[in-house]
């Protein structure tokens, strides 16, 4: 069964399972702490070749679902996309290439989206990370003023005192922690 699998797939000694649309598992090493569930058969050529970028797109768009600790995932795909990466060429370290036309059209591509796109699925304050869901019945409006008031209370937060939002998106949380808390906001 394993012969089915792309033979770089094949050689991996990883503590990883592929389970697969059909029910076929495949274990790529010992003992494995992680499983994907490839729920998309093109998915399989894909994995010849993954990177951590595209298995969360994969995992976003519901390709794919994942078994195991958050940390065991992100380790063992990482060390799949390593080896996989070294395998294909064992005489140089896998390095990210960085300059400024490169970083310049990375950061474009992100940065440059209309405010209406991110309005089209945003909160109100335009949130831009994960909400907190304390039922799962709150709207995602809700969900993100509880992440705000969760992350203050996580801070001890206290009127008056300091709050350096760094990356801070279009400032949400400090404008929550600001008329909330009664913190001032940097």
């Known amino acids: ?33 992680v499983t994907i569930v490839v729920k998309d058969p093109q998915m399989v050529t894909q994995f010849t070749h993954p990177s951590l970028d595209a298995l969360g797109a ?3 768009e519901g390709k794919l679902e994942l078994e195991g600790s958050i940390s065991d995932v992100i380790r063992v795909c990482d060390e799949w996309s390593q080896a996989l990466l070294s395998e294909d060429d ?3 370290p ?5 300059d400024k036309e490169t970083d310049a059209k990375a950061i474009s591509y992100h940065y440059d989206l209309s405010n209406a796109f991110y309005q089209l699925w945003l909160d109100s304050d335009m949130a831009y990370s994960c909400a907190y869901f304390e039922t799962g019945s709150e709207t995602l409006e809700q969900a993100q003023q509880a992440k705000f008031r969760h992350l203050c209370r996580k801070l001890r ?28 906001v940097f």
């Open 157 to 184: 937060l206290q009127p008056g005192e300091y709050l350096l939002d760094v990356g801070c998106g279009w400032g949400g949380l400090a404008r929550f922690a600001a008329r909330e808390f009664g913190a001032k």
């Open 90 to 92: 064992d005489s140089q």
């Open 94 to 98: 896998v390095r990210t290439v960085h």
């Open 58 to 60: 994969a995992f976003v």
């Open 1 to 33: 069964m394993l012969a089915q699998l792309p033979p770089a797939l094949q050689n991996l000694q990883l503590p990883l399972r592929l389970r697969l649309w059909d029910g076929h598992e495949f274990n790529l090493g010992p003992t494995p702490s």
